[in-house]
């Protein structure tokens, strides 16, 4: 079975440090998607990354930085210099391939809640 | 470019009434998932429909339903209406591919049952 694990519930760090965010999965597929969600307070899902199994180069979008290692089947995600905006939960989430008319749902993890204070 | 929308933002209801939730997607996407939150958890899949269809549908029971307009819109129904269904309500949309697509999610219907 599919299976998101984030065993961070809370996090707390002060501005400016770094801080990382870990993600282990499990699925049977060879095809699958990985994403990273961030929910400030609003609610609001915001997309922040996709990878598919097939790639498993790091990315690195600014401040934000993912390491995808199908070895341990982890996705983790790195805040560097983290600032107070950065305040919210993070969700990672699977997707599996599917086919016959439809698209992989989201399989979500319970999230991770960071705060960074000033 | 107009993102995901759904209505209202929130909403009370009592125990055992219907309650119907609204999405619009982003231009230019025609899938349309739902997902329920609870307090404290991950959003958990309810259904997606493409094409005016339902094509898959997570583990929930008949008192969900949905529908899917002919431009691309979607209706979340629940019908008698239990506390534990008091949750924040997520519409996603994506454009239909055979594998996944990213799936942009809008700013969620908060619904309450007394």
């Known amino acids: 079975a599919q299976k998101v694990t984030q065993a961070q519930t809370e996090i707390s760090v002060v501005e400016k440090e770094d801080v990382t965010l870990d993600c282990v999965y499990e699925t049977r597929d060879t095809t699958y998607y990985l994403f990273w969600y961030k929910q400030p307070p609003s609610g609001e899902l915001v997309f922040l990354i996709r990878?598919?199994?097939?790639?498993?180069q790091n990315e690195i979008s600014g401040r934000y930085s993912w390491n995808f290692q199908k070895s341990t089947s982890s996705f983790n995600f790195t805040i560097t210099a983290s600032q107070v905006v950065d305040s919210a939960v993070y969700f990672c989430?699977?997707?599996?391939?599917?086919?016959?008319?439809?698209?992989?749902?989201?399989?979500f993890g319970k999230g991770t809640k960071l705060s960074v204070k000033p | 470019d107009a993102g995901v929308t759904q209505s209202p933002t929130h909403l009370i209801k009592t125990r055992g009434q219907q309650v119907t939730l609204r999405c619009s997607p982003k231009?230019?996407?025609?899938?349309v998932s739902w997902y329920q939150q609870a307090l404290g958890q991950g959003p958990q899949f309810i259904f997606q429909y493409y094409e005016e269809e339902e094509r898959q549908r997570g583990n929930f029971p008949d008192r969900f339903s949905g529908h899917q307009f002919p431009n691309y819109s979607s209706e979340l129904n629940v019908n008698a209406l239990l506390l534990g269904d008091s949750a924040l309500y997520l519409c996603a949309s994506s454009l239909y591919a055979p594998g996944a697509e990213t799936q942009y999610f809008g700013p969620g219907t908060r619904l309450l049952v007394l």
């Open positions: 231009s230019g996407h025609d899938t």
């Open positions: 989430a699977l997707s599996e391939t599917n086919y016959g008319g439809s698209q992989g749902n989201l399989i």
């Open positions: 990878r598919n199994s097939f790639d498993e």
